[in-house]
């Protein structure tokens, strides 16, 4: 570590942005259990620089896990401060009505068109928990359900396009700063055909670069055949395409297959194609990663070997 410390004990301490590395956990989201909630108690340097002790960084673990198990981040200091069972022993189950009142609230704000709310939610959740928690807890749920109501509801239109917009800005704001600042590798994202709006690729753009990548999309996807210039353009390392739906067969089994062998670096589908047409892909270049989406980065991750 460029910048490790020892504490007096001689144990190494570690700046906030190698824990964030090491945790997963971004830095706003660490000063924000810190101040609002008491989680961890990192030490100062005379210039008011956090430094993380191992422990910090075996509790920040122990705070995912609780948090991964459903449990309000309001409650885990309680948990914490208690004689911690193992993850696997009982335990009281978690108090799930956080995650869905926050859901509640979300729907509530897309039917009523609400962006302030919006905003609120989407500042809060992403300033209280992992990025991948806040995806798989809250905004996946909620876009899976306003996507059942949205075929048969009047003013389905405008609340998709609503919030399409306001995921794109706050999404693409985030992509901007965190692309200046990881070293990983980048991606290309791209919908397939019968995927109808963005909301899924920004998701999955929002994961990606939480889980250390570089994250390049397209509003528009480009023809397939021009699919290996847009990937040496945009310098990718790998290529992702996602889909809500089963797609054409002919696309599954034969374009993308066929276009997986000309490209120099992998093509991945991710999303729900990825487990309706799966076994079709096995003796194929094309990698199904599969539809859940902190699963499938953390394949991605052993695919390119980082």
Known sequence: MSEQAMDPAGSPLYPIREVSRLTGVNSVTLRAWERRYGLIRPQRTPKGHRLYAREDIQRVE???QWLNRGVPVSQVRELLERAEPAVNDDVPSPDI?????QRQQLLQAVDA??????EVLFDRSMALYPASLCVTALWQPVIDELEDRWRDQFGAELQRRLLESFLRTRVGIRLYHANQATPGARLL??????????????LLALVASASGFRVEWLDTDPPLNELALAAEHFKADAILMISGYAERSDLIRRQLPRLAEQLDMPLCLVGPVARIRGAELENTQVASLGDELPAALSRLHGLLGR
Not at 113 to 118: N, Q, V, Y
């Open 62 to 64: 122990r705070i995912l």
């Open 97 to 101: 009505s956080d995650w869905e009142s």
């Open 113 to 118: 068109l609400d962006g302030d709310t919006l």
């Open 189 to 202: 994202l791209l919908r397939l055909p019968e995927e109808r709006d963005l909301l899924r690729l920004l």
